[in-house]
């Protein structure tokens, strides 16, 4: 079974500042990560995913994540926070065995202070 | 290229009544999967359809089913329902490439209210 874990459910920052987005996984076989965000009253849209590639993997809007197997995790950062950054971020993983369903985390709400 | 679409967008029912949801892919999609997001919760996988056929199947009751269709537009249904079903229902779609790494792209969803 998997299972996703994100820590904070809200996180602050002052725009500029560096975002840090927490995720770590469990996962018996070798897992696909994905981080997905969703504004208001809107649905979930991709910002980058990892499926045994680079362990680097950059995204859009300046996001990227970096995949390390020893510590289970998949962080999300981006260098400078935008207002417009203000939205839910879901961490999600997948299971090479079971098609497309996506296992999510919590969710971590950001929150950009001007 | 138009993205999913989710029809409605939001939906009051009654406790005991039946809905249906509609999803259509955006085109040349074959994959959709089905999720329910609520505040206690998360976001949980209902089910996913390939070329009509079943793939995966989260934890839910038999009162949630689906189906697809040849054009691959996909419904779901939730038959005698209760308070806790009130949700916000996403669809998502995806290329019929290589599963689990394919990206999935989501609809705005039907927020579904049951009083």
């Known amino acids: 079974a998997q299972s996703v874990t994100q820590l904070g459910s809200h996180v602050s920052v002052s725009e500029g500042a560096l975002v840090l987005l927490r995720c770590n996984y469990s996962s018996s076989v070798p897992p696909y990560l994905f981080w997905y965000v969703q504004y208001p009253n809107q649905g979930l849209q991709l910002l980058l995913k990892y499926t045994s590639a680079a362990t680097l993997v950059k995204g859009i809007n300046g996001f990227e994540a970096e995949f390390k197997k020893s510590e289970t995790s998949f962080h999300l950062t981006k260098p400078s926070a935008h207002m417009s950054d203000a939205a839910e971020y879901f961490c999600a993983v997948s299971d090479g065995n079971a098609g497309n369903m996506l296992t999510f985390g919590g969710g971590t709400r950001l929150m950009v202070k001007p | 290229k138009a993205g999913v679409t989710q029809t409605p967008r939001y939906l009051i029912k009654t406790r005991g009544q039946q809905v249906t949801l509609s999803c259509s892919p955006i085109?040349?999609?074959?994959?959709v999967s089905w999720y329910q997001q609520t505040p206690g919760q998360g976001l949980q996988f209902l089910f996913e359809?390939?070329?009509?056929?079943?793939?995966n199947k989260g934890n839910f009751p038999g009162r949630f089913s689906g189906r697809q269709f040849s054009n691959s537009r996909s419904e779901m249904n939730v038959s005698t329902l209760e308070l806790g079903d009130s949700a916000l229902y996403l669809c998502?779609?995806?290329?019929?490439?290589?599963?689990?790494?394919?990206?999935?792209?989501f609809g705005p969803g039907t927020r579904l209210t049951v009083l």
């Open positions: 998502a779609s995806s290329l019929p490439g290589e599963p689990s790494t394919d990206t999935q792209y």
């Open positions: 359809y390939f070329s009509e056929t079943q793939r």
């Open positions: 085109s040349g999609h074959r994959s």
